[in-house]
């Protein structure tokens, strides 16, 4: 049983900068292609990053790119997203994923991964 427990979010302001931290309890982190999406009320869900095990094959969505950066830290059994240049519109819920079996071409797409985190809530204030 893989659990995925997320931290960092909170309250910033436009502009500001968050980083969130996703700890998996599975010692194997380096099998998994790791990601994050982001879900807030009223809207789709998204997919904003992902990173394959060794690195090599990196996702970022459109709305996103530039400003965030995605990392994996295998020995410590966590993934990364560094947030920058935060906006009102990034407010969402952003959950941890992870999958064991995800192409490349396909690290983006949400229903490909097999666990999810609980979430943490980014709040952007105008």
């Known amino acids: 049983q893989v659990q995925l427990v997320e931290s960092g979010g909170g309250l910033v302001q436009d502009g500001g900068s968050l980083r969130l931290s996703c700890a998996v309890s599975?010692?194997?982190?380096?099998?998994?292609?790791m990601g994050w999406s982001r879900q807030a009320p009223g809207k789709e869900r998204e997919f904003v990053a992902a990173?394959?095990?060794?690195?090599?094959?990196?996702y970022y969505s459109d709305s996103v790119k530039g400003r965030f950066t995605i990392s994996r830290d295998n020995a410590a059994n966590t993934v990364y997203l560094q947030m920058n240049s935060l906006k009102p519109e990034d407010t969402a819920v952003y959950y941890c994923?992870?999958?064991?079996?995800?192409?490349?071409?396909?690290?983006?797409?949400?229903?490909?991964?097999?666990?999810w985190g609980q979430g943490t809530q980014v709040t952007v204030s105008s």
């Open positions: 990173i394959s095990w060794s690195a090599g094959n990196i």
């Open positions: 994923a992870a999958g064991a079996r995800i192409a490349p071409m396909t690290l983006g797409v949400a229903r490909e991964y097999d666990y």
């Open positions: 599975d010692r194997t982190i380096g099998r998994y292609v």
